[in-house]
């Protein structure tokens, strides 16, 4: 299984970015997919995960901003992200679980600045 994650940049505070993550590969049972991020000098954060039932449950720190969303054949996973703030600027990470193991991307780099 290969996850890759794309749509990352800078962007000014109060902007948005959608990013987007492909997996591909033996797919057969795809459960539940989501979003992490890494800040520099901090440990890697869960902000959205999609269960396989699809209930989506989100961090505090990004609740009523970012809206995660994946497609009907679980092959993609969005991550919509609106009114961003300099604390979220960080390497964001998707993980996809396929037959009871996690697959991660590389992760997409997401800076916001003035």
């Known amino acids: 299984v290969h996850v890759v994650e794309s749509g990352g940049g800078s962007v000014q505070p109060g902007g948005s970015l959608r990013l987007s993550c492909a997996a591909s590969?033996?797919?057969?049972?795809?459960?539940?997919m989501g979003w992490h991020r890494q800040a520099p000098g901090k440990e890697r954060e869960l902000i959205a995960h999609?269960?396989?039932?699809?209930?989506?449950v989100y961090a505090d720190s990004v609740k009523g901003r970012f809206t995660a969303s994946r497609d009907r054949a679980r092959t993609m996973v969005f991550l919509q992200m609106n009114n961003l703030k300099p604390e979220d600027t960080a390497v964001y990470y998707c993980n996809v679980a396929v037959r009871s193991f996690e697959y991660w991307g590389q992760g997409t780099r997401v800076t916001v600045s003035s």
């Open positions: 590969g033996d797919l057969e049972r795809v459960g539940a």
């Open positions: 999609i269960t396989g039932d699809g209930i989506t």
